[in-house]
């Protein structure tokens, strides 16, 4: 159930709020994805691959995976980890079958068979990347269209989906002594919005890198909050 619900005696629970995603919440996941991230390549290796690797993201305890939720409907859904490439390692170690099945799925697509080797090889091969030194991530955030900046529930309701996802992320983050966060973003032409709304969020431009052989834009967030200095690095410069 949504987090910001309260106990019965406090009144009848609010109907909107953040709480983690669990196995039952995949087919809305997915639907979401669909709408909102078409072009990732869990979606281009087909309904069956992403179910399984949403499966097998849920599984790995590093990684976390929120939804906001507005009674029983998804509005969006963010991904995030301390630290990335071994919360994937172990995934990808944990699901071994999953994604292999990757693998085999891309070999009639010599494009995307180059992507899935070039992860394999810097996940699991531990070859460098740019922006590894910041170890904690935000994989994904994506919100349905009707709850985004210009649509109906932030205007009628005030329901400010992206920014529950993002703070509760940031919470989880600082509690773990993460001192920077870093996104990956398509460039600016081919995405404003995206990078419009990281901006907006506070995560400054490293400058554009290429990963696992796409172009994307690198955004570097400081998670230090003053009023409680961080101790541990679960993250560098
Ligand atoms: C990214 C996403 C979660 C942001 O949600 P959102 O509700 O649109 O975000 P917001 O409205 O709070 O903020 C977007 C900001 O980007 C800016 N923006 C929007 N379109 C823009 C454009 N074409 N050019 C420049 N800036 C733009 C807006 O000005 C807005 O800031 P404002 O509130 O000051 O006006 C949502 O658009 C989404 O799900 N997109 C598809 C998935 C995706 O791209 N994920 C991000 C991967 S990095």
Not at 205 to 232: C, E, H, M
Request: proline share 7%; charged share 25%.
């Amino acid at each position: 159930m949504p987090e910001e619900r309260t106990p019965a005696e406090h009144g009848p629970p609010p109907a909107h709020g953040v709480r983690a995603l669990g196995v039952a919440d995949i087919p809305a996941l997915l639907a979401l994805a669909r709408e909102a991230i078409p072009d990732t390549m869990a979606a281009r290796l087909g309904p069956r691959f992403a179910e399984r690797y949403h499966r097998a993201l849920l599984d790995e305890p590093d990684l976390h995976l929120d939804g906001y939720f507005d009674g029983e409907e998804l509005l969006g859904f963010i991904v995030y980890t301390h630290d990335v490439r071994e919360a994937l390692r172990s995934a990808f170690r944990r699901h071994a079958l999953t994604f292999a099945s990757a693998l085999l799925l891309s070999l009639l697509h010599p494009a995307r068979l180059a992507f899935v080797l070039r992860i394999a090889g810097s996940i699991l091969g531990r070859l460098p990347e740019p922006g590894m030194a910041v170890r904690a991530e935000l994989l994904t955030i994506a919100v349905r269209q009707q709850a985004r900046g210009a649509g109906m529930l932030r205007r009628a309701r005030g329901i400010n989906v992206p920014r529950a996802l993002i703070e509760r992320a940031f919470t989880y983050l600082r509690a773990r002594g993460v001192a920077e966060a870093k996104v990956f973003c398509k460039p600016d032409a081919v995405d404003p919005a995206a990078n419009g709304f990281v901006r907006k969020e506070g995560f400054e431009l490293r400058g554009q890198v290429v990963r696992w052989g796409i172009v994307t834009n690198l955004y570097v967030k400081s998670l230090a909050d003053p009023a409680t200095p961080i101790t541990t690095g679960g993250a560098t410069a």
